[in-house]
């Protein structure tokens, strides 16, 4: 069981697992110094696995893209389920593989027989049926799961009154048996996975509202990591696109690296907008998030964004940038004198800002700007951006 000092989950992995349902809770626990083990049978420390990218792109069922290779670090062989205090299995098509395997499925029943937090999503409540958890017990999944928690003693349960993927918000716990529908409720679901693991949450007495601004092609993680942990810290998170209204949404871009001298670029998820542009008042939010990829490179020649940046900037509001969202910082002339961490695509510009590179700082906080290298740093930049916010989770 994790210590006082540290807490301990173990993630199970495998080939094509939801890219945001393993991503997003491995970058957000870890920000906050919880122990993240993630494993897969077969696979060693340091392999990779594919992941995959679930969303809906204009058919009647969601499309399934490849998402960014995911590295493993802890040996599968070598797992005892009295050493964490959590199991979290990510949804996608690889939990029909570990659902055959009776060794995996009597690890997840040894996880939940001694009591601790079971968590899937999407597709892995699967392994809650094939491990015999269900009898008598609420559960949430996507909705074609229904017949499969139904036929195995479980009580289906689903969030009424969605209309859009922006209702999608509900986390279910009936026990030591947590579900949800899928990645787009990943706020709520941080939040529950957090307290089942003994977290505190605690921040200012009126909750921080955050605004996140981005474009076609900004970065999938930089753009979703900080949102839902943010939203999963109990901010107000909105998110906006000088072109877009709201419920409508940009494809992000999954930046990677593929063995070439420079990362590839895939297509990601959708990013959606959960404001209008033309409501956005500086003086509602306490904090501005610049997301990178490619998205900057549109919004750097709209005028409107650049004061908004700027405006952040003269009122002393937290503003934090992750990749090219440094690009924004620069182009509103707010880099001056200020250490900011750097990628190589970033380098020369936060020179020639006037801004000061910090060699091999991922993330470094100056003041109320907090900058993050890239993706590859977000549970520091996470980490970092919530004490700026003066949020805090103790355990």
């Given at each position: 069981m994790g210590s006082l000092a540290q807490k301990s989950v173990l993630v199970l992995c495998g080939d094509y697992m939801e890219?945001?349902?393993?991503?997003?809770?491995?970058?957000?626990?870890g920000a906050f110094g919880v122990r993240v083990d993630c494993v897969s049978p077969g696979k060693l420390p340091g392999h990779r696995?594919?992941?995959?990218?679930?969303?809906?792109?204009?058919?009647?069922?969601?499309?399934?893209?490849?998402?960014?290779?995911?590295?493993?670090?802890?040996?599968?062989e070598q797992v005892k389920a009295d050493s964490y205090d959590c199991l979290l299995i990510p949804g996608g098509r690889f939990t029909e593989l570990l659902s055959a395997d009776d060794k995996v499925v009597a690890l997840v029943r040894r996880f939940a027989e001694a009591g601790k937090p079971v968590v899937t999503s999407c597709h892995s409540q699967i392994m809650l049926a094939a491990a015999g958890l269900l009898e008598g017990k609420k559960c949430t999944a996507f909705?074609?799961?229904?017949?499969v928690i139904e036929l195995a003693g479980g009580i289906w349960w689903e969030q009424p009154g969605i209309q859009s993927v922006l209702d999608i918000t509900a986390c279910l716990t009936d026990g030591n048996i947590i579900s949800s529908i899928g990645w787009p409720a990943h706020g709520e679901y941080?939040?529950?996975?957090?307290?089942?693991?003994?977290?505190?949450?605690?921040?200012?007495?009126?909750?921080?509202?955050?605004?996140?601004?981005?474009?076609?092609?900004?970065?999938?993680?930089e753009a979703n990591v900080p949102f839902r942990a943010l939203q999963g810290l109990g901010c107000k998170v909105d998110a906006v696109s000088p072109t877009k209204k709201r419920g409508k949404s940009c494809p992000t871009a999954i930046h990677d690296d593929e063995g070439a001298q420079i990362c590839s670029e895939k297509r990601g998820h959708n990013f959606v907008a959960t404001a209008n542009w033309d409501d956005i008042s500086v003086d509602d939010y306490d904090c501005l998030v610049l997301p990178?990829?490619?998205g900057p490179e549109l919004l750097v020649s709209n005028d409107k964004v650049i004061a908004l940046v700027k405006e952040f900037s003269d009122k002393g509001k937290v503003i934090g940038a992750v990749g090219q969202?440094?690009?924004?910082?620069?182009?509103?002339?707010?880099?001056?004198?200020?250490?900011?961490?750097?990628?190589?695509?970033?380098?020369?510009?936060?020179?020639?800002?006037?801004g000061e590179v910090t060699e091999g700082e991922g993330c470094v906080t100056h003041g109320k700007l907090v900058t993050a290298s890239g993706w590859p740093t977000l549970s520091d930049f996470v980490s970092q951006l919530s004490k700026a916010l003066g949020l805090s989770v103790s355990f």
């Open positions: 890219d945001y349902e393993v991503a997003v809770p491995f970058y957000i626990l696995c594919f992941t995959a990218v679930h969303d809906f792109m204009g058919f009647e069922l969601y499309t399934e893209l490849q998402g960014h290779f995911f590295t493993l670090n802890a040996n599968y909705t074609s799961l229904k017949p941080m939040k529950v996975v957090l307290e089942s693991i003994g977290a505190k949450i605690a921040g200012p007495t009126k909750p921080n509202s955050v605004l996140v601004v981005f474009a076609d092609y900004v970065e999938d993680y990178g990829g490619r969202g440094k690009l924004l910082l620069a182009a509103a002339r707010v880099l001056k004198g200020k250490r900011c961490a750097v990628d190589h695509g970033t380098k020369v510009l936060v020179k020639v800002a006037g």
